[in-house]
Structures are given as C-alpha cells and as structure tokens.
C-alpha cells in the first residue's frame, strides 16, 4: 500500500439527519436506497422509522410506533424478496415485520425474560447455506436461536449452566454456515466472555475471555468455512481470530489493537471484501481497518498438533464525526462504500467511503 494520503480511502459526511428519539440500531433495506432506524420514544415506547436517500437527503417515508423500545435488527433471515425485518425489544421479545404491512408482526414470540441486546439472522438474502434461523442474545443470560417456520419454541438454546451464574450476553453472529449441516454462533458477555456454539452437534466449541465486556462480535463473512471473528470491547480494545485452525489447548490464533480509550461499540466487515472492516467507538469516531495475513496462516507446534499464525492490522483511516459514542453502524450491501451510522446525539449519518478498491 502506498504511503501518500492520496491513495488512503476517505470517510465522506454525506447526509445527516437529526432524529428526536434514542436511536440504538441502524440498517440497510437490501436492494434499495432505503434505510431503518431503530429505537426508543421519549415516551418508552418503539419506533422503527423508514428512510430513503434521494440526492443529499434523508426522506421520511414511514414511522411505525411499538409498545416496547426496540433494541436490535436484523434482514439476514428473510428472502431478497420478502426483506422482513426482525427486531428485539426491551421486553423480551422476538418479532418479525412485514415493512409494507408492518401493523401485525408477522411472527412474534416472547423470547426472553429480558431485553434482547442483540440479534443476527441467516440462511435468507441468498446468504449461507441452510434453513433460515435467527439468533438472540438477552440480559436473562440465554442465547437462543429461533427458525420463523417454528412457532413458539426456540431450535436451540444456549443458557447457563446448572450453577453457572447468568452472565448478560451483549452480541452474537453466525458463522460457518457454508452448507445445510453446518453453522456456530458466537456470543459475547459482559464479564468478557466469548463462546462458540456448534449447532451441528449442540455442543460448546470454544470459549476465551478477554478480560472486557464483549460489545460486538462478527465473523468476515457468515457463509463461508469460519474464517477470521473480530470481538470489541468495553475499554477499546479489539481482537481478529483467525478461525480456519484451531490448536486443542490454545484455541485459534489472534491479534489485537487497542483502537482507543473508550468503548468499541460496534464492527462491520465491508460486505465487498472480508479484510476490510470499521469500528465505532465511544468517543464519535470511526476506525478503518485492514487485516493482513502472515505468509503462513497455520504451523506445528513441538507436539505436531496444527496451530494458526495470527496477521496484522492496518489502519486505514479515522474520522470522527460526534461528541457522542456512534453505537451502530451498517454497511450497504449493495453500493461498496456506502454506509450509514447512528450515534447518541440523536443523529443518523450516511457515508461514503472512497477509494475502497485502491487498498
């Protein structure tokens, strides 16, 4: 990569609109200029707004009040067709909307005793192999994952232990879901902890802890053979594992990168390249990363047994846009570059990323 700035991609303001409700999640509608707006009314109920991006402007299209504050989104179980949204409220519950019908949910399920903090979907938008599921993850401590053809009951759950006290579970994603039998969850908690779940064989598969409340975990990409998860924490640090080989004692190999002093509330992989993704932290600001593999991604260790060779990070580029931590953040997974991100101040921002080819 060359040195000069001219080559370093930049991270354009292109649109910013001023919301008057707490806004905790933000997404792209696929296939289209549209976007979505997650959160909670002054008056505690929920709001889903819809936006189009047309010129250099947001426009409203439709706001859909709730009964509960909605905490998380995701499209990643629906059909490019269909493009149903999946939320999480603070009250626990599970819903699927129909946008141009959103009156009625057209699946809803009380999931958890407790808020849902996070939520990922696969198997739709003609992404990873497999029936369509999604996963929640809840305060109450339980990770479940939940296929829409199922009604009221959960395909798996994830839940402490017998004696195990309930950690608050803050993330998942899914992973590895390459071909119809295979795929993981991962899930961070509060205390620091990382797990992966095997759905194949319902079976714990790996846990770490970094020593931080996990805030976001993601894998580069959901439909191929686990390849790299990134997790960020609460005193802003993140860490890339390499996920293609896993050593019986020491897990997979990993490297890390303290991106700032506050909190990394969130990472997205560019949808257009997996080595390439974006943190949002605490303090307004965005970080642009690359990741850059060793020569050799896998060696023995003295005993023989195959152990993985952590890469290294480059930053590509910084910016920061607010006063207030920028807590969601989602790429287009149409338009390479295009990007939209809401933080604490009440504001949700498109951006556009340039030069993204050149890196």
């Known amino acids: ?65 709730k009964a509960k504050p909605i905490k998380c989104g995701t499209f990643g179980a629906t059909s490019l067709q269909q493009r149903y949204l999946a939320t999480g409220d603070f009250g626990g519950n599970l819903n699927i909307w129909n946008l141009e019908a959103p009156e009625i949910p057209v699946y809803s399920v009380k999931g958890h005793k407790e808020i849902i903090n996070s939520i990922d979907g696969v198997g739709g938008l003609g ?121 019986p004692t020491k897990g997979f190999a990993s490297v890390s990168e303290k991106a700032q002093k506050s909190t990394i509330w969130q990472v997205r992989h560019l949808p257009q390249n997996r080595d390439i993704f974006m943190t949002s932290g605490g303090a307004g600001s965005l970080h642009l990363w690359k990741y850059e593999y060793p020569a050799q991604r896998s060696k023995k260790d003295s005993e023989g047994a195959e152990m993985g060779v952590a890469g290294s990070l480059s930053l590509l580029q910084n910016v920061t846009l607010s006063t207030q931590p920028i807590s969601c953040l989602d790429w287009s997974p149409d338009k390479k570059g295009l990007c939209v991100c809401g933080a604490f101040d009440q504001t949700v921002r498109v951006l556009i990323v340039t030069k993204l080819n050149k890196v």
């Open 127 to 247: 992404i990873g192999e497999g029936a369509p599921e999604i996963v929640t993850g809840s305060r109450d401590g339980d990770v479940k994952v939940w296929d829409p053809r199922q009604k009221d009951t959960p395909v798996a759950n994830m839940e402490p232990l017998q004696g195990e006290s309930k950690r608050d579970c803050w993330t998942v994603a899914f992973g590895n879901a390459y071909n119809q039998e295979e795929r993981v969850v991962c899930a961070g908690y509060d205390n620091g902890d990382i797990k992966l779940f095997d759905l194949k064989t319902m079976s714990l598969r790996w846990d770490t802890n970094i020593k931080n409340g996990v805030c976001s975990v993601e894998f580069d990409r959901k439909d191929v053979n686990m390849n790299k998860l990134v997790a960020t924490s609460l005193e802003g640090k993140f860490h890339v594992f390499d996920m293609r080989t896993q050593h």
């Open 1 to 65: 990569m060359s040195s000069s700035g001219l080559e370093r991609p930049q991270v354009v303001a292109h649109v910013q609109q001023a919301l008057n409700y707490t806004l905790f999640d933000c997404k792209w509608v696929p296939r289209s200029a549209r976007l979505l707006c997650l959160g909670s009314a002054a008056r505690g109920t929920g709001l889903i707004q819809l936006y189009e991006l047309s010129g250099g402007r947001l426009a409203l299209l439709r706001e859909i009040e």
